[in-house]
Nanobody, 125 residues
Framework: QVQLVESGGGSVQAGDSLRLSCTAS????????MGWFRQAPGKEREFVAV????????DYADSVKGRFTISRDNAKNTVFLQMNTLKSEDTAVYYC??????????????????WGQGTQVTVSS
């Protein structure tokens, strides 16, 4: 059974940093692209970032480009999201997810097969 477990969320001030982690089990982690999504209250879940299975390619939503960095450690079955210069609009539940993407990076939420339970990030201005 596949499990994705996020951690690292919390409450911070605007301008602060947080590092989210997501550890996977029950799947061959090194062959799955991994993404981060977020959902703010009253809004739809949205794409944040994705990293290819090898870690060589990544993509970001325009709203986080230059502030967030996605990375992975395949030896530890873990994907990270380093979030710097946080803004109040970054407040959301953050989810990691896995997608099989042999043809390249995928942003579409519908394509992701495995999901974590989410971790809350709250940024106060």
């Amino acid at each position: 059974q596949v499990q994705l477990v996020e951690s690292g969320g919390g409450s911070v001030q605007a301008g602060d940093s947080l590092r989210l982690s997501c550890t996977a089990s029950g799947l061959v982690f090194r062959i799955w692209d991994m993404g981060w999504f977020r959902q703010a209250p009253g809004k739809e879940r949205e794409f944040v970032a994705v990293v290819s299975y090898s870690g060589s390619t990544s993509d970001y939503a325009d709203s986080v480009k230059g502030r967030f960095t996605i990375s992975r450690d395949n030896a530890k079955n873990t994907v990270f999201l380093q979030m710097n210069t946080l803004k109040s609009e970054d407040t959301a539940v953050y989810y990691c997810a896995g997608v099989w993407a042999p043809k390249g990076i995928i942003r579409k939420i519908e394509e992701y097969k495995y999901w974590g339970q989410g971790t809350q990030v709250t940024v106060s201005s």
